[in-house]
């Protein structure tokens, strides 16, 4: 089996969670999103480590869903299509249910499911070339699986800014919309995580996991019956004449009819 997610950690309880399938841009497949997902929960239960940053190899940080894993699940009955598409869904809860808090390290494009891994980061740097965007209905569906997690990072008001009209922007915006909390030059991005790791290695770790989880609760989190939501509003669109046409329509490199 590939190893399509990396884990480093260094002498200070710092572990690395990184994307490594830079040669497909870390676009999300199927068996990516399985180890991300159990990567995150072994690191849930690891006491010796105390800060968790996600990073990516290559020049991409994600490029969203793997379409020809998306392709794939167009001929699947639609039992079998929910299932695998909340695949992300359940990785990104993984990530969000850390005890331990979560930094983001991004470079390059974050698309789709790229910001979805951005929502789940309690902090997330990016260069300030960064390209994002939710480009989801460009191909007939909907950012449903990361939606709550979205939603939850920017607020309603902000989300409708960009939720819907798969726009691309650049990290300035990203930082208004608060899917960044900061942007960097390139050459800075690592001084710049690590200046968010360092005060955690200060503090008590387990005062640390239960303020985060106190802040989660006081902040409402995203529960299950959201997720829910999200999967079968996904599911649904995945069952609609605009899904079939859109992903065709990139894969026969022509505009789908509505553009």
């Given at each position: 089996?590939?190893?399509?997610?990396?884990v480093?950690?260094?002498?200070?309880?710092v572990?690395?969670?990184?994307?490594?399938?830079?040669?497909?841009?870390?676009?999300?497949?199927?068996?990516?999103?399985?180890?991300?997902?159990?990567?995150?929960?072994?690191?849930?239960?690891?006491?010796?480590?105390?800060?968790?940053?996600?990073?990516a190899?290559?020049?991409?940080?994600?490029?969203?869903?793997?379409?020809?894993?998306?392709?794939?699940?167009?001929?699947?009955?639609?039992?079998?299509?929910r299932?695998?598409?909340?695949?992300?869904?359940?990785?990104?809860?993984?990530l969000?249910?850390?005890?331990?808090?979560?930094?983001?390290?991004?470079?390059?494009?974050?698309?789709?499911?790229?910001?979805?891994?951005?929502?789940?980061?309690?902090?997330?740097?990016?260069?300030d070339?960064?390209?994002?965007?939710?480009?989801?209905?460009k191909?007939?569906?909907?950012?449903?699986?990361?939606?709550?997690?979205?939603?939850?990072?920017?607020?309603?008001?902000?989300?409708?800014?960009?939720?819907?009209?798969?726009?691309?922007?650049?990290?300035?915006?990203?930082?208004?919309?608060?899917?960044?909390?900061?942007?960097?030059?390139?050459?800075?991005?690592?001084a710049?995580?690590?200046?968010?790791?360092?005060?955690?290695?200060?503090?008590?770790?387990?005062?640390?996991?239960?303020?985060?989880?106190?802040?989660?609760?006081?902040?409402?989190?995203?529960g299950?019956?959201?997720?829910?939501?999200?999967?079968?509003?996904?599911?649904?669109?995945?069952?609609?004449?605009?899904?079939a046409?859109?992903?065709?329509?990139?894969?026969?490199?022509?505009?789908p009819?509505?553009?």
């Amino acid at each position: 089996m590939d190893d399509l997610i990396r884990v480093t950690r260094d002498g200070r309880g710092v572990a690395t969670l990184w994307l490594a399938r830079s040669a497909k841009h870390n676009a999300l497949s199927a068996e990516m999103m399985t180890q991300l997902e159990a990567r995150a929960r072994d690191l849930a239960e690891d006491s010796s480590v105390r800060v968790v940053v996600l990073a990516a190899e290559g020049p991409t940080f994600c490029a969203g869903g793997d379409l020809a894993w998306m392709r794939a699940q167009m001929g699947m009955d639609p039992a079998t299509r929910r299932a695998e598409s909340a695949r992300i869904a359940t990785a990104l809860g993984a990530l969000a249910d850390l005890p331990q808090p979560l930094i983001g390290r991004l470079q390059g494009n974050a698309f789709g499911g790229g910001v979805g891994l951005a929502s789940v980061c309690d902090v997330a740097i990016g260069v300030d070339d960064l390209k994002m965007g939710l480009t989801e209905t460009k191909l007939g569906l909907i950012p449903a699986n990361i939606g709550p997690y979205v939603v939850a990072r920017m607020g309603v008001a902000r989300a409708r800014q960009v939720f819907m009209n798969a726009r691309i922007f650049g990290a300035e915006e990203a930082v208004a919309l608060g899917l960044l909390t900061r942007a960097v030059p390139a050459e800075t991005l690592d001084a710049a995580v690590e200046a968010e790791v360092a005060p955690y290695l200060a503090c008590a770790p387990g005062a640390v996991a239960a303020a985060k989880a106190l802040l989660r609760q006081l902040g409402g989190g995203v529960g299950q019956a959201q997720v829910d939501l999200a999967i079968d509003a996904l599911a649904e669109r995945w069952e609609s004449d605009e899904a079939a046409e859109g992903i065709a329509a990139f894969f026969d490199k022509r505009k789908p009819g509505w553009a």
